[in-house]
Each structure stands twice: as structure tokens, then as C-alpha cells.
């Protein structure tokens, strides 16, 4: 297949190229480079530097002509979707509508789309279905959400068939050590684990640990983002070979609570990793885990490298090159 995967230069847009490349499809990787990097770029695609907000080049991209399209390009920080919507509403809604926009024109009909365990906000019960109700606890998490319901109505208007793949915590690095870009300003628990490993950051917050859990700190569901990649991948296959549009939930099905993600990031990099117990962070559920039987029975996907060792080790593979 010949794709475009928008916001391929990023952290899981890489990992996503990187799967495709291994699997002998041609890929352009068109990104604006705001948080991603050359770094993550591969010779054997090719690249396209621009914003999903120039709609003449959107047009000019697609109009070479894909099979498919992947959509990973979004802002992602939820505390400042909250003090900022104005930027979430134009690059990740605005955004998106510019690119479904000149996909329909084009005759670009599938679409996999980034989405996110933030659309569901308090599990009602657990471990959280495709069913779950939404009801996203920030504006980060509301513009994923909106962006599926555009994504169903151009499915029924303009039958563009698309699969939104709501990660849970996606974390790892490439096992074969492929990827060297790192992220930049990272907000998430593993990067900043890592910082803190690599003496980068003086030492990690725990934020709360009077949550109703077995040790008090948040349980989350932390998957390889290798095996989101090859989700991507089944689920552009899925919607080429029937027609067809759905959503599903990724994730590796365990949770695991901060201070056993900081225990294992010490037993793993030989690093004392001081934490604190600092105040919860507004918006935290307690516990959010995944179940991903829809995507095993549908995509035929299976997490292979998300348990905890693997998660760590090929994270510290990659920062450690950057002591
Ligand atoms: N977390 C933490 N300290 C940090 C960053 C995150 O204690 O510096 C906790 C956070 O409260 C949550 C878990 O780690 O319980 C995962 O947070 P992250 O931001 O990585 O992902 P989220 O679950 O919010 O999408």
C-alpha cells in the first residue's frame, strides 16, 4: 500500500512508519516538526515537511494519491488543553476537518486514526470496553472524541472508512533501537522516569498516593508502543479488506500502579530514581485498564512486548544513549 501517515516524525508516529516500512509498504511521512524530529525520519520513505493547517499543500500532498491514511498529528498535552482549548479546538478539530476535507477530495477513503483513553474519563466499571461511556475529563481528551463522531458521519456521507485506535498509555521504545529521537518536554510518567534516570531531571513527583488502590498511586495500563504500531497496520488491512469502520480499544490488559513503574525503572536501569510524593494531579482517575478482546478478536492483535521488563528496558535503551 502506498500511505500517508500524518505526524509520522513523532513519538508513535515513528514507531507506526517504522511497522509499515517492515511490512513493505511505500510511506510519506508528512509532519510540521513541532514535537516530532528529524531523528525519527527513515531513508526508505519519504518526507513532507508541513502543517495539517495549509490546506493548498494538504491538497497538493494527497493529491499523488494514497490507499490510506494514517492520522497521528495532534497536540496531546492535557493540562494544557485546559488553559489553552483555543489551540487543541484549531490544530486538533480544525486540523483534522482540513485533512478528512482534502482526503474526500482526493478519493483517499481509509483512514486510521490516533485516538485515546481520555474519551472514557472515570471508569464506571473496569477494565474499560469500547462500549464504555464517554465522557472526557479534559479538553485534549474531548477533541479525540469529537473528531471520532466527524470521523462516523463521513463514514456515512463520504464513505470514508475509518478505525479510531484509542490507546491506553503507550510507552517503550523500538526493541531493535531503530528509533533515536526522543521526546521533547515530555509530560508522561516513563519519559520523565527516564529524564530523572539520565540525571536530566533532579527527581520525579509522584503525584498522589491516597488513590483507592494496592499501594496507593494511579494503576494504568502502559502498552509497547511497538504493538500499537502493528495495530495501525491490522487495522488499515481491516478496513481495506471489509469496507467497514470501528473503533477499538488498545491496551495490554494489566494495570500497573506509579510506584511499581518506578520500582521496575530501577531494578532496570541500576538508577536510585528519587521520587517524591507530591498532590494528586487534577483530572487523574484512580485506575484505567484496558480490555482489548475486540482487537484480539477482530484485528487478530496481540501485545507482544508490553510487559513491564520490555517496556523498561527498551525505554532505557534509548535515553541511555543520551547520557
Ligand atoms: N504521573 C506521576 N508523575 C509524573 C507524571 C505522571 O505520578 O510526573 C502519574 C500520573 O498521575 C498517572 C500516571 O503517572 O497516574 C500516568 O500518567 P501519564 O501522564 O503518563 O499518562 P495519563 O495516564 O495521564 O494519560
Redesign the pocket.
Known amino acids: 500500500m502506498k500511505l500517508l501517515v500524518v505526524g509520522g516524525a513523532g513519538y508513535i508516529g515513528s514507531h507506526v512508519v517504522r511497522c509499515f516500512l517492515d511490512n513493505g509498504h511505500n510511506v510519506t511521512v508528512f509532519d510540521n516538526l513541532s514535537t516530532g524530529c528529524r531523528e525519527n525520519l527513515f531513508k526508505e520513505g519519504e518526507f513532507i515537511q508541513g502543517d495539517i493547517l495549509d490546506i493548498p499543500l494538504l491538497q497538493e500532498v494527497m493529491a499523488g494519491g494514497f490507499d490510506g491514511l494514517v492520522h497521528l498529528a495532534a497536540l496531546k498535552s ?1 493540562e494544557e488543553s485546559m488553559s489553552f482549548p483555543e489551540k487543541y479546538s484549531v490544530n486538533n478539530i480544525t486540523g483534522t476537518l482540513n485533512l478528512l476535507n482534502a482526503a474526500s477530495e482526493s478519493g483517499i477513503r481509509h483512514i486510521v486514526f490516533s485516538s ?3 474519551i472514557f474519563g472515570n471508569p464506571q466499571y473496569l477494565p474499560i470496553d469500547e462500549d464504555h461511556l464517554k465522557n472526557p475529563p479534559n479538553y485534549y481528551g474531548f477533541t479525540k472524541l469529537e473528531i471520532e463522531h466527524i470521523l462516523q458521519w463521513y463514514d456515512r456521507l463520504k464513505k470514508i472508512r475509518f478505525a479510531a485506535l484509542r490507546y ?2 503507550a ?1 517503550g521504545y523500538d526493541p531493535e533501537g531503530r528509533i533515536a529521537g526522543l521526546e521533547k518536554n515530555p ?7 527516564m529524564e530523572v534516570a539520565t540525571g536530566k531531571r533532579k527527581k ?5 498516593d491516597d488513590y483507592d488502590t494496592r499501594d496507593g ?4 495500563d502502559y502498552v509497547h508502543v511497538s504493538d500499537l504500531a502493528t495495530a495501525h497496520l491490522l487495522a488499515m488491512e481491516y478496513i481495506h479488506k471489509f469496507n467497514t469502520s470501528d473503533c477499538f480499544n488498545l491496551g495490554s490488559e494489566k494495570g500497573t500502579s ?1 510506584l511499581e ?1 518506578v520500582e521496575s525503572a530501577r531494578e532496570i536501569t541500576g538508577k536510585p530514581i528519587p521520587a517524591e510524593i ?1 498532590p ?2 487534577p483530572g ?3 485506575n ?1 485498564v484496558a480490555t482489548s478482546a475486540k482487537a484480539y478478536k477482530t484485528l487478530k492483535w496481540k501485545a507482544q512486548y508490553s510487559d513491564l521488563p520490555t517496556l523498561m528496558e527498551s525505554s532505557w535503551n534509548a535515553y541511555k544513549k543520551h547520557l
Open positions: 492535557v485515546s483513553a481520555a491506553f498509555n510507552v509530560a508522561n510518567l516513563v519519559p520523565i522516569i520525579l513527583q509522584i503525584f498522589g498511586t494511579c494503576i494504568r506509579v513503574m507530591a494528586r494531579r487523574d482517575p484512580g484505567l
